[in-house]
């Protein structure tokens, strides 16, 4: 059974940092963009970060760029978000995805694959 799990969510501090974690099970994504969304209450789940499955292609959101860094580990079968200088705005659940395979995929539709979804709440 292919799982996607994330951790590291939690409650910080407007500036502060979170560090979040995918951990891929059942198989592997070597040949698979992963990425990042996030979905706020009765809001449509938007794109965060994407990477490419060599690392040498990664895209953001225009809202994140700059303070957020996605980050893969083929090896590991894993994939991290850096969330640095974090905002109340950037309050949400996130959710780690992996793509069809092959192609630098950004849009949900996409991506087959979810996790479950980690709380990340940023206080003023």
């Known amino acids: 059974q292919v799982q996607l799990e994330e951790s590291g969510g939690g409650l910080v501090q407007a500036g502060g940092s979170l560090r979040l974690s995918c951990a891929a099970s059942g198989r592997t994504f070597n040949s698979n963009t992963m990425a990042w969304f996030r979905q706020e209450p009765w809001k449509a789940r938007e794109f965060v970060a994407a990477i490419s499955w060599n690392s040498a292609n990664t895209a953001y959101a225009d809202s994140v760029r700059g303070r957020f860094f996605v980050s893969r580990d083929n090896a590991k079968n894993t994939v991290d978000l850096q969330m640095d200088s974090l905002k109340p705005e950037d309050t949400a659940v996130y959710y780690c995805?992996?793509?069809?395979?092959?192609?630098?995929?950004?849009?949900?539709?996409?991506?087959?694959?979810w996790g479950q979804g980690t709380q990340v709440t940023v206080s003023s």
């Open positions: 995805a992996a793509a069809r395979p092959y192609g630098f995929r950004l849009h949900s539709d996409e991506y087959p694959y």
